[in-house]
Each structure stands twice: as C-alpha cells, then as structure tokens.
C-alpha cells in the first residue's frame, strides 16, 4: 500500500468518524481575486470532502494579504490565506492570529517590467514607479526587500491600483514596474509579448521568507480545535490532488467562476513549481520549518518592527495532517 493510499484511509476513517458530529461553518477568507492556486478549495467543495469532514465553508473573494489579516484578527474570516510576514508583522503590533500551516514552500514575490526599461537587477528599481494595490503582501514585505537589495524603502515610488488591474498597468506603462506573484506571468503575457516581458523572483536574490501560509485566529484555535484540524486534512488533500490533476481541477474551478481555462492551467501549472522542494518531499506538503520560519521573522524585524516573545508564538504546526501529503515530484 502506497503513501498516497494510506493517507486517503486515514483521511477517510478520520471523516467518517465526524461525519455524525455538528457540522462546524467556517468563513474561509482567500488572499486575493480569484486564481489557478484557489482551485483546490472548489475541488474539495465539488468532491464533498469539507462536507464529508463536517464542514460548511464559505470561500470569500480576498483584497490581499493585508486585508485578509485583518478579517480573521476581528473575527469576520476564522481561517484565510496571508503572505506569512504579514501576519508575523500584525500579531507583532497585537493582532491575534497565528501561522497554521504553508501553502507555496518558495516564495514566489516577482516585479514584472518591460525589458526595455534598462531594469536587469532588483537595484534599478531606484526613481522607477511600481503598480500594486495597497494592501498586497508585496507592499507590505518592499522594506525588507528593500534593504536586503541595499535600497531605500522610499526610493520607489508607488501607483496604487486594483488587484486585478496589474497586467493593464504595465502593459499601458502606467507603472515601470509591477509588482505580482511569479505564478501571474500567465496573465502578464496578456498584457506585455512574452518576448518582451522581464521579471525578477524576489527570492532569487536571497528573500527566504516563507510565502502563502493559512492563518488562523487565536479564538477559532482554542475553540474550534478539531475544525481547524480537519479543515488542513482536506485542503492539504486537495492541493495533493490537484497538482497531480491540474486540467480537471481548473475545469471544477471554472463551474464556480467564469475563467479562461487556458491561462489558468498554465498559471496553476507554474504554481506547482513552488511544491517542488525537498521539504515537501520529505516532510509534507504545509510542513512548517522552524529555522525557516526563523528567517521568515527575522525579515519582519529587519523592517524595525519589534518582535516580542518567542518564534513559537507566532505559528502552530499542531494541526498539520499527520500522515502528510508528501508532494513528489
């Protein structure tokens, strides 16, 4: 019996055995419009598995890791998905919310420009615009890219938009950078001839926090133990099968949004480069790294926020499926 077979059993006695328990609503906020990396949410929904746990999950549009933040420390979403320095930063400053699992083991920030623009490093940004609305998680990470490049925060300047006005704002040079995950490059090419599209993965030059994480806050943890619990077997065994589905995953994504199916594969087929890593190899995929997430709050702090008390408080790996969803690859 193969890995693979023995974490479905389990995952199966596990819900069987709460499928006669009180069904437990969860408002489940995303991080941002709707992309190829939010289709395992709609797998699970069409195959009945968050039911088949207990779970009611409503799946709320988000507006950024910002805000996302904000919705679960006052209690409007109970688990959502947040660039992992986010959150570090808000309980920091009081928030009451914790890192309850990874979703993209790399982290994928990027700035996407047009290749005649004479940017060839992070360090050109110095006097360029840059597009991105202001609550993304890439606004809010920019000091502490910043200084790691050797840049001032303020030697950028920055244009606010909408989330989903990112590939119009290069394309019309609105900005002369955007900033947007690498797994948007799909959409950007819509925008900007493929040939003529530049781009820089942030953690290429030595960024080493981690990326998407699920967030919960501190209320829904002490209530809702088993909840939160359930809820990461599912979702964990949803992205375990959607990266191994990826056009019929994107087909049941597309019976709940209207999408082009195309860009969509080719955005979730990017996506599944950031599994791609020893770590989930190894340990599973939402596996949290202490030394990493170490490096993770050191990277808040070089911003000057000041971090109290003890990495632990800011993350909690209890509730990671056990077996793990060993990503291979």
């Given at each position: ?31 941002w ?5 939010h ?23 988000g ?24 959150p ?10 914790k890192?309850v ?28 615009t ?71 993965i ?74 791609k ?40 790996p ?12």
């Amino acid at each position: 019996m193969n890995r693979r077979m023995v974490a479905a059993l389990v995952f199966a006695a596990a819900m069987t055995a709460g499928a006669f328990a009180q069904t437990t609503k969860i408002n489940f906020q995303l991080n941002w419009k709707i992309s190829g990396d939010h289709a395992p949410y709609y797998v699970a929904m069409e195959k009945g598995w968050f039911k088949d746990a207990g779970l009611d999950v409503n799946v709320m549009i988000g507006q950024g890791s910002g805000f996302t933040v904000q919705m679960v420390d006052t209690g409007k979403a109970d688990i959502g998905i947040s660039d992992a320095p986010v959150p570090i930063e808000g309980r920091a400053k009081g928030a009451n919310i914790k890192i309850v699992g990874i979703i993209f083991d790399k982290h994928p920030n990027c700035m996407f420009f047009w290749k005649d623009s004479g940017i060839t490093k992070p360090q050109d940004l110095k006097g360029k615009t840059v597009a991105v609305p202001a609550s993304d998680g890439h606004k809010v990470m920019w000091p502490a890219f910043a200084q790691l490049i050797g840049l001032n925060p303020d030697d950028v300047k920055f244009v606010n938009i909408e989330p989903t006005a990112k590939p119009a704002a290069l394309g019309t040079r609105k900005a002369d950078v955007v900033f947007e995950l690498y797994t948007g490059k799909p959409f950007m090419e819509k925008a900007v001839p493929a040939d003529k599209l530049g781009a820089i993965i942030w953690a290429d030059y030595g960024f080493n926090a981690y990326a998407h994480s699920y967030i919960a806050s501190d209320s829904f943890i002490a209530s809702n133990p088993e909840a939160l619990r359930k809820f990461l077997q599912v979702v964990y065994r949803a992205w375990d099968y959607t990266l191994n589905n990826i056009p019929e995953a994107i087909s049941i994504l597309s019976k709940y949004h209207p999408i082009n199916r195309d860009d969509f594969v080719a955005n979730l087929t990017s996506v599944r480069e950031f599994f791609k890593t020893d770590r989930y190899r190894n340990f599973g995929i939402g596996y949290i790294d202490p030394a990493r997430m170490n490096d993770t709050i050191n990277i808040v702090k070089e911003k000057g926020i000041e971090i109290k008390g003890v990495p632990r408080d800011y993350y909690n790996p209890d509730f990671l499926p056990n077996p793990p969803f060993k990503f291979n690859f």
